[in-house]
């Protein structure tokens, strides 16, 4: 409970922090994310090295690895670059959206979504909806027209980066 409670308030509080970070560039902010992330697991993953060795992977298993972290890639970067665009509650609505755009994936495959599912997704979207609505009410989006629907762009972006990280 303590690394689950840890890892939400961990991701919940990235957007706004990236929007603080002034006069840098999203991707330096991801740069010094990703750098970050590095420094606190490398030291597991050296002991893991020096325990068992290097691991064995198959290509197949390569193949995950290297779809898995691009698809973290996109998700962060995209992510990083939606906050200059749009409010940061509502880059966080658009990235964490997966659910969302899953379930609509299986119905336009004509798979059967199951009642948990779409009760789910109903929630999701509902709880978008209402942060959206009090994000417009309290806080200036970055930038306006064209600009801020490419911000919804990206936020969606991100959110299809973080599908195929997922899967």
Known sequence: YIILGSAVVALSSIG???A???????????V???QGTVL????FAIRSIVLDGFPKLTMAQWGTFVLAAASY??????????VNYITVAD????????????????LLLGQRVLFIEGLGVLIAFSGGILCA?????????????WWSIWGDCLGIISSIGGIGYIV
Do not use: H, Y
């Open 16 to 18: 706004p922090f990236l």
């Open 20 to 30: 603080k970070q002034r006069d840098v560039s999203p991707n330096m902010k991801i």
């Open 32 to 34: 010094w994310r990703f």
């Open 40 to 43: 606190m697991l490398a030291p």
């Open 73 to 82: 890639s996109v998700l962060c970067c995209a992510f990083a670059f939606s």
């Open 91 to 106: 880059a966080t609505i658009l990235t964490n959206s997966q659910s969302v755009l899953l379930v609509a994936v299986k």
């Open 133 to 145: 609505k009090e994000s417009a009410e309290g806080e200036n989006s970055p930038a306006n027209g």
